[in-house]
């Protein structure tokens, strides 16, 4: 039986306006994935321009919090278009069969101090791996700020195959540093 | 007092002979380097072309210090022109041999590289990132080499001049085993 005009509407507007639903938005401008490698001793950055996140986090409540990141690897950006075509390669990131990279994760467990950390699937290059990600929350104005860094091991991703896993070359060894602020009140659940 | 000696020291006789090795090494390097691909070799290659003219800038600094507390001997009888060129070449080339690690360094600096010698002391950034200016750099570390090819090319002509032709000691002084 369909239900009358003049019920669903109100009760609709009081869904979308209950604090019961509201979302936490990743505010993309704001936020960043960057990395740091050393090659031959040298330090070298870079950051990837596009990735999406659905997020959710309680400060009060981390274990309620859940996680899902998604990089596009062709978005890398090395100051550097040798570099960025190279890695785009099959002995790298071999964006044509594997363009993205995700993490997904659950349940995050307070430190203390502002600390926390969030265990879960890391997958890169169709190979996955548990890993736990730190990171530190505080709040900025509106928005949520949480923000850590990973030392990533490229080689058991298969990050840098056949010449380039020579790690004298190229560093195993990737410092992954993220920064997301998230607007809007976690859901209460 | 001190007698002048008619035979560089065996110091820098040593210092020469490196600085020579470095110089002919690193020009190779260089040369072949920049047609690389991007590869683990090109990266290997680069790296090792910088701490190669790290090390020459400071064997010409090493030298120019030893000159002074151990002077070189004086030039053996020759035309004014030969002595006035002979001057002229060592010092450009000890200009060269202090200009051009710093323009290498200016260069890799501007295009974002920061140099790391032997991948160990990381050497600070001498200008800012810039890709323009990475492009003039370039071209002056170029201008530079070539300037460096050409007076090393003289110098060598010149000393197997001194040898063959005028049959001098000239090139005794700088090589102990062809002193009689």
Known sequence: ?189 | MMVARRYYSWPAVALHWMAALLIIGGFALGLSMVDLPFSPQRIKYYSWHKWIGITVWLLAVLRLTWRLLSPPPLLLPMPAWQRRAAVATHHLLYALMLLIPISGWLYSSAAGVSVVYLGVLSLPDLVEANKPLAAQLKLVHKTLNVTLLLLVLMHIAAALKHHLFDRDATLARMIPFLRS
Do not use: C
């Open chain 1, 1 to 189: 039986m369909p239900i009358p005009r003049l019920i669903a509407l109100p009760v609709l507007t009081l869904a979308f306006a209950a604090p019961t639903y509201a979302q936490q938005k990743l505010v993309p401008e704001k936020s960043e994935i960057r990395f740091a490698a050393k090659q031959m001793g040298v330090a070298t950055e870079g950051r990837f321009r596009k990735f999406g996140a659905e997020l959710e986090f309680d400060p009060a409540r981390p274990e309620m919090a859940r996680a899902r990141i998604e990089v596009e690897l062709g978005s890398i950006d090395l100051g550097n278009e040798d570099g960025e075509i190279e890695v785009r390669r099959k002995p790298w990131f071999n964006v044509d069969a594997f363009p993205k990279a995700s993490f997904t994760g659950a349940g995050a467990k307070a430190l203390g101090g502002g600390k926390f950390e969030l265990a879960g699937k890391l997958a890169i290059k169709g190979v996955t791996q548990e890993v736990v990600l730190p990171f530190t929350v505080r709040q900025e104005g509106a928005n949520l700020v949480a923000e850590g860094a990973y030392p990533l091991k490229r080689l058991e991703f298969k990050i840098g195959e056949g010449a380039w896993s020579d790690t004298d070359t190229v560093a195993n060894e990737v410092l992954v540093r993220y920064r997301v602020h998230l607007s809007g009140t976690p859901a209460k659940r």
